[in-house]
């Protein structure tokens, strides 16, 4: 496998519990890899996992060099992390948290706060804004970093609909100006819009990587999630019983 970050044989153990074990997989520039599973199955630890930050058993390259030889600074300058909201202390408004992800140029901000529907909150403090507020903001100062890899845990979290399209097809642009993307997500229909690759962890300590279109399949996916997923036309949904 030849990819910018490439999972060979890899285990994660996590409290005495083997997450997931063997997984091998490619994370190509300009592709998406979406990470399903259910809760508690492994999904954030895998993330955690390729940014160097637990322990693995077999091996993890970036840029063709094994990541446990790399530094931390060098790590942050080629990997990305979107995860929980950070914390909002030292009273920064929106455009002093862009400028510190932008490396204090202030170039691309208003274009990037546009995008992610900011610009009208930019003098606000962080601690003052809602959870979708905020997390438009975490999701703006990803784009100002310029890193090859993104990691992603859980973008679409707390945004309202027309922002969660907006996510969506930020990183599918992203992802087509070259970025590699590896991201959890729990929604179906983002996963189908945007994933090139899969990455299933069962939360029984297996784990399976292949091609999105080979994956998505609804009695693959019921089993995963242990959760009834039917398919209307091409698109595959929860089924949440009759409609009243
Ligand atoms: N710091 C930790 N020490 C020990 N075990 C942990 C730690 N953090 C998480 N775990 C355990 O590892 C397992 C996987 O957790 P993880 O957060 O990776 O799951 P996930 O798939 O991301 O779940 P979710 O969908 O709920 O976010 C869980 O059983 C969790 O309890």
């Not at 997450?19 to 592709?31: K, V």
């Not at 899969?198 to 297996?206: P, R, S, T």
Request: hydrophobic content about 45%; proline content about 4%.
């Amino acid at each position: 496998m030849s990819g910018i970050m490439n999972l060979s044989n890899l285990t994660v153990v996590r409290g005495g519990q083997t997450l997931l074990s063997g997984l091998s997989c490619a994370c190509n520039a300009g592709e998406v890899v979406v990470v399903l599973g259910p809760n508690g199955a492994g999904k954030s630890s895998l993330l955690l996992a390729m940014a160097g930050l637990i322990p693995v058993a077999g091996t993890i390259t970036l840029s063709g060099q094994l990541l446990s030889a790399y530094d931390r600074r060098e790590i942050c300058r080629q990997i990305a992390w979107q995860g929980d909201l950070p914390p909002t202390e030292f009273g920064l408004t929106v455009r002093q948290r862009l400028l510190l992800a932008a490396g204090e140029a202030d170039q691309g901000i208003e274009a990037t706060a546009a995008t992610m529907d900011i610009a009208l909150l930019l003098q606000r403090p962080l601690g003052e804004l809602s959870s979708g507020e905020r997390q438009r903001v975490e999701l703006a100062a990803l784009m100002l970093r310029d890193t090859p890899v993104w990691l992603l845990d859980e973008p679409t979290a707390h945004l309202d609909l027309k922002h969660q399209i907006r996510c969506i097809q930020m990183l599918k642009a992203q992802s087509a100006n070259g970025r590699a993307i590896i991201t959890v997500l729990h929604d179906l229909q983002q996963a189908m819009a945007i994933a090139d690759h899969l990455i299933l962890i069962d939360g029984k300590g297996a784990a399976e990587y292949g091609k999105a279109a080979e994956l998505f399949d609804g009695n693959r996916l019921s089993q995963l999630f242990d959760a009834p997923v039917i398919a209307r036309g091409s698109v595959l949904i929860p089924d949440y019983g009759e409609e009243r």
